[in-house]
């Protein structure tokens, strides 16, 4: 299966091959715009998609050699259909389709959460089941319980930021450049986690725009993002700048604050729903502290605990590959009509 991936500002390809069940990634190639966006501060959604056509061709071809394989080789298509950057999807997914059609093989629409999770079962083969995955990630916060195969019932989400765009925003704000997650791990790690109160938010009632789900499961993180706001600001007005002491307290404060919001909302999962595993993907899963208590916790608790390897925690395209193989095996075929969706359920 050759999987593409470019719903944001990743181009990638990636060749996963399937043994009678037993998958293996035979190459997985990124190529990271962060160079490019980290001068805005942020992504640019219209320089995200031109480097997208400037990159794609070349990181498929180079997918294909690091797998010892070509275009002849391969059986199915897997794209990534959303959600994302639609400018940014498109290329993708055009490309796919037009791959689709000339090399005439079948081609398969993916969701790039399902990808996501996907990666824990790439990595850790049949995981037992039911399995309660969170999917951390810079455009979402989202809690699934798996009880089969490729199916994927959400049971919790975030009601406002996900928790990867507060790391990025609370970076922002602490001028540490972008993007913030992996800064804020690393000066985290050298701070005090206790030296700053931070309000941790609960939620307990149902989503007013989705009033059938319990939603006490859901997460919230745009309070926590403007206490740090109030917290620089008061302390800039009364002595200047941060020093970089205290700006390491900030971020070892905020972090206790998100990864504790995250790890009770998956453990109570867990209990309700009888999972046998439990398991954090995306981006934010290649937090070292998130992955630490993650660990401890679950050991403790007695559930076993997944979660990728770091190449396969941040956008790539084996996952989406892995997902493609399991839809491909559930009889999905996407017709040469398939367009890129924005905004995709899961
Ligand atoms: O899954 P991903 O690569 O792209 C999306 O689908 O959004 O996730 C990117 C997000 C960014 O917000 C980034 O700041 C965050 O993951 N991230 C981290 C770490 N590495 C990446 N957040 C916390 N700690 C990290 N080490
Ligand atoms: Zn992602």
Same mark, same amino acid.
């Given at each position: 299966?050759?999987?593409?991936?470019?719903?944001?500002?990743?181009?990638?390809?990636?060749? %996963?091959?399937?043994?009678?069940? =037993?998958?293996?990634?035979?190459?997985?190639?990124?190529?990271?715009?962060?160079?490019?966006?980290?001068?805005?501060?942020?992504?640019?959604?219209?320089? #995200?998609?031109?480097?997208?056509?400037?990159?794609?061709?070349?990181?498929?071809?180079?997918?294909?050699?690091?797998?010892?394989? $070509?275009?002849?080789?391969?059986?199915?298509? /897997?794209?990534?259909?959303?959600?994302?950057? %639609?400018?940014?999807?498109?290329?993708?997914?055009?490309? /796919?389709?037009?791959?689709?059609?000339?090399? $005439?093989? +079948?081609?398969?629409?993916?969701?790039?959460? =399902?990808?996501?999770?996907?990666?824990?079962?790439?990595?850790?083969?049949?995981?037992?089941?039911?399995?309660?995955?969170? %999917?951390?990630?810079?455009?979402?916060?989202?809690?699934?319980?798996?009880?089969?195969?490729?199916?994927?019932?959400?049971?919790?989400?975030?009601?406002?930021?996900?928790?990867?765009?507060?790391?990025?925003?609370?970076?922002?704000?602490?001028?540490?450049?972008?993007?913030?997650?992996?800064?804020?791990?690393?000066?985290?790690?050298?701070?005090?986690?206790?030296?700053? /109160?931070? +309000?941790?938010?609960?939620?307990?009632?149902?989503?007013?725009?989705?009033?059938?789900?319990?939603?006490?499961?859901?997460?919230?993180?745009?309070?926590?993002?403007?206490?740090?706001?109030?917290?620089?600001?008061?302390?800039?007005?009364?002595?200047?700048?941060?020093?970089?002491?205290?700006?390491? $307290?900030?971020?070892?404060?905020?972090?206790?604050?998100?990864?504790? #919001?995250?790890?009770?909302?998956?453990?109570?999962?867990?209990?309700?729903?009888? @999972?046998?595993? %439990?398991?954090?993907?995306?981006?934010?899963? @290649?937090?070292?502290?998130?992955?630490?208590?993650?660990?401890?916790? /679950?050991?403790?608790?007695?559930?076993?605990?997944?979660?990728?390897?770091?190449?396969?925690?941040?956008?790539? #395209?084996?996952?989406?590959?892995?997902?493609?193989?399991?839809?491909?095996?559930?009889?999905?075929?996407?017709?040469?009509?398939?367009?890129?969706? @924005?905004?995709?359920?899961?």
């Amino acid at each position: 299966m050759l999987g593409i991936e470019t719903s944001c500002d990743e181009t990638s390809a990636a060749v %996963v091959i399937d043994n009678d069940g =037993a998958w293996t990634i035979g190459s997985n190639i990124v190529a990271s715009q962060v160079a490019i966006h980290r001068e805005w501060g942020g992504v640019v959604p219209e320089l #995200a998609s031109r480097q997208h056509i400037r990159d794609i061709c070349g990181v498929v071809r180079t997918a294909l050699e690091t797998a010892n394989t $070509d275009l002849k080789e391969i059986d199915a298509i /897997a794209v990534t259909q959303g959600p994302g950057l %639609v400018g940014s999807l498109l290329v993708g997914v055009s490309f /796919a389709k037009s791959l689709a059609l000339s090399l $005439d093989r +079948p081609l398969v629409a993916v969701h790039h959460l =399902a990808g996501h999770i996907e990666s824990l079962f790439l990595q850790g083969g049949d995981l037992p089941l039911p399995l309660v995955a969170l %999917v951390v990630s810079g455009g979402h916060t989202s809690l699934y319980v798996v009880r089969e195969r490729g199916s994927y019932i959400r049971i919790g989400r975030t009601r406002d930021d996900a928790a990867g765009e507060a790391y990025d925003k609370v970076a922002k704000l602490l001028g540490l450049g972008y993007p913030g997650g992996p800064i804020v791990d690393k000066r985290a790690r050298e701070g005090n986690d206790d030296a700053i /109160a931070l +309000p941790s938010t609960r939620m307990t009632h149902a989503d007013r725009n989705a009033p059938a789900v319990k939603g006490d499961l859901d997460f919230s993180f745009s309070g926590l993002k403007t206490a740090v706001l109030r917290h620089v600001r008061q302390r800039t007005e009364n002595r200047g700048r941060l020093t970089d002491a205290e700006i390491n $307290d900030v971020c070892a404060s905020f972090q206790r604050v998100v990864v504790t #919001a995250l790890l009770d909302r998956i453990f109570e999962a867990a209990d309700r729903y009888g @999972a046998a595993s %439990v398991g954090i993907a995306g981006g934010v899963s @290649a937090n070292a502290r998130l992955r630490k208590d993650f660990a401890e916790r /679950a050991a403790r608790l007695g559930f076993p605990a997944y979660v990728p390897a770091l190449s396969l925690s941040t956008d790539n #395209a084996a996952m989406i590959a892995a997902a493609g193989l399991r839809n491909f095996h559930a009889g999905k075929r996407a017709a040469l009509d398939l367009n890129a969706d @924005a905004s995709l359920e899961l």
